[in-house]
């Protein structure tokens, strides 16, 4: 699998959004009616996913979903045409960003339809792909996508590898917003081997002090809820990666966490492979996280990411790869 690029968008970074040829316009019933004609399986599945994770670029839909960025290319062209997706291509410093895919207005109705609800119980709104383009936070959305999005491919080319779970940062406050707030949740598997683990992608923006009042939260959490997932922390630097670990190390001791961090200096292609050091207690040398995994023994995955009565179609989780991602390239 190529390697993806990284997002060249930060908090310095300077954007604006292109116009979108996707008119906001309301969409007619026979309009979604006739699309019932030309949506797959995997279409129907990247307006799931793109409701969940917001924005996508091309080369992380095709690292998930097509066999190569051509055949992704050509198929999220005729989407957009049809306003299932909208797009914009953000203004970088330097190059050019590739294309930002967002939910339609056609795309919001047919997950409506599909799901059995009302298009006010997505949240979407005619504005939806200009907020995102101009939000402040879009670099760091973007970089949590990137990372995950790595993992998640990884299952497509290495058999019994790769995320069978992944939440969005709305999803984990839906869940448990009034104990932790992670920019991710999500389970690694590589045999039988499982890191469930919550993401906090720091993008150094936040003081130190900031990121660690966060743990009495995680600490909290593995108390109420009789769950241990890990905690692993991305940094964009190296320097970063060591000024968080010497203010974190004695915190995360006395608190008991299975706390690790890396940075995009390591994990820009293959983010499982041995670039996480544990912090605390003996031995802290980087490894991969199927290493993290069989380092800490009493992992536990949160207990309440199991469907339940509550659930509608809408919070379930969605697979982090389609249901034929071979098909119909």
Not at 123 to 152: C, F, K, M, Q
Not at 181 to 202: C, V
């Amino acid at each position: 699998m190529p390697a993806l690029p990284r997002p060249t968008l930060g908090p310095g970074s300077r954007y604006t959004a292109r116009a979108s040829t996707t008119r906001q316009r309301p969409t007619r019933h026979t309009d979604i009616a006739a699309l019932s004609r030309i949506l797959t399986a995997r279409d129907l599945w990247l307006t799931r996913l793109l409701h969940e994770h917001r924005v996508l670029t091309t080369h992380q839909i095709a690292s998930l979903a097509y066999t190569s960025l051509r055949s992704a290319q050509r198929r999220l062209r005729t989407l957009h045409q049809h306003a299932v997706l909208d797009s914009f291509r953000p203004l970088t410093q330097t190059g050019s960003a590739p294309e930002h895919y967002t939910l339609g207005p056609a795309g919001a109705a047919v997950l409506a339809a599909h799901t059995g609800c009302d298009l006010a119980d997505l949240g979407w709104r005619p504005s939806h792909t200009g907020r995102i383009a101009y939000s402040p936070s879009l670099g760091h959305d973007l970089g949590v996508n990137e990372l995950l999005t790595h993992l998640a491919a990884h299952g497509r080319t290495t058999p019994e590898t790769g995320l069978s779970l992944w939440l969005s940062e709305r999803s984990c406050a839906r869940r448990w917003g009034d104990i932790v707030r992670p920019d991710a949740y999500a389970h690694y598997r590589n045999g039988d081997h499982l890191l469930p683990f919550f993401l906090e992608y720091d993008t150094g923006s936040q003081p130190l002090a900031r990121v660690e009042a966060k743990l009495t939260g995680y600490a909290a959490f593995a108390t109420a809820a009789d769950a241990r997932p890990a905690l692993l922390i991305h940094t964009r630097t190296a320097s970063r990666d060591q000024a968080l670990r010497r203010r974190l190390a004695a915190p995360a001791r006395e608190l008991g966490l299975y706390l690790a961090t890396s940075s995009a200096d390591f994990t820009t292609a293959e983010p499982w492979g041995p670039w996480w050091s544990p912090l605390g207690p003996g031995d802290t040398r980087r490894t991969t996280l199927t290493g993290l995994a069989a380092r800490w023994p009493r992992l536990g995955p949160a207990s309440d990411v199991e469907p339940t009565d509550a659930d509608s179609a809408l919070t379930l989780p969605v697979p982090p790869l389609p249901p034929t991602p071979e098909a119909s390239s």
